[in-house]
């Protein structure tokens, strides 16, 4: 069975960093996409970074050079580092596994229960 558990949200201020972090266990882990989305209040949910089994780790043009996203294979847990937030950023963050290299949210088939981020001005 396929299982994600994030953590790490929390109500930041502009300009402040926060972690998540993505426990995957073993099913999840062997994905080759494992990625983070988020869903503003009031909107879709988007694409924000994933990291491939390869290395490459494309990301939205959004949080390009403020978010790095990265994994550690002894803990099985993905990262998704946040710097320089801002009140665009708020948002309930998800991590995901897909079976194929990916960025489509819908070849995502196994979720994470979310966690919230709130970048307050």
């Known amino acids: 069975q396929v299982q994600l558990a994030e953590s790490g949200g929390g109500l930041v201020q502009i300009g402040d960093s926060l972690r998540l972090s993505c426990a995957a266990n073993?099913?999840?882990?062997?994905?080759?996409?494992i990625a983070w989305f988020r869903q503003p209040p009031g909107k879709e949910r988007e694409f924000v970074a994933v990291i491939w089994s390869g290395g490459r780790t494309p990301y939205a043009d959004s949080v390009k050079g403020r978010f790095t996203i990265s994994r550690d294979n002894a803990k099985n847990t993905v990262y998704l580092q946040m710097n320089s937030l801002k009140p665009e950023d708020t948002a309930v963050y998800y991590c995901?596994?897909?079976?194929?290299?990916?960025?489509?949210?819908?070849?995502?088939?196994?979720w994470g229960q979310g966690t919230q981020v709130t970048v307050s001005s």
């Open positions: 073993g099913g999840a882990f062997s994905r080759p996409s």
């Open positions: 995901a596994a897909s079976r194929t290299i990916t960025m489509e949210i819908n070849d995502y088939d196994y």
